[in-house]
């Protein structure tokens, strides 16, 4: 059965950072994109960033405007994805979820319970 857990969410002062874990399981996901989504209340569900497969010449990054300098996306060999969150806005609180797809477009085939982020003014 494959899963996506998300750790590492809380509550954080404006100006702190977090580091979110997206473990993954049931399968190999080094030939995945790992992306990174938030929902915050009332809003609809966003683009935070994904980063590509890994290979012998790392794997590609895109963030959306709104974290891009704050937020860096990485990935161990093995099936752990995070999202570094620095510069945090009250603007950032959301739910984070994870998920994965195997090819370069197309919907994202899973996706975890997400992780709530609370950013204090």
């Known amino acids: 059965q494959v899963q996506l857990v998300e750790s590492g969410g809380g509550l954080v002062q404006a100006g702190g950072s977090l580091r979110l874990s997206c473990a993954a399981s049931?399968?190999?996901?080094?030939?995945?994109?790992m992306a990174w989504f938030r929902q915050a209340p009332g809003k609809e569900r966003e683009f935070v960033g994904n980063i590509g497969p890994i290979s012998r010449s790392g794997s590609f990054t895109n963030y959306a405007d709104s974290v891009k300098g704050r937020f860096t996306i990485s990935r161990d060999a093995k099936n752990t994805a995070y999202l570094e969150m620095n510069s945090l806005k009250p603007e950032d609180t959301a739910v984070y979820y994870c998920?994965?797809?195997?090819?370069?477009?197309?919907?994202?085939?899973?996706w975890g319970q997400g992780t709530q982020v609370t950013v204090s003014s």
């Open positions: 998920a994965a797809r195997l090819h370069l477009v197309g919907n994202y085939d899973y």
């Open positions: 049931g399968r190999t996901f080094s030939s995945y994109i």
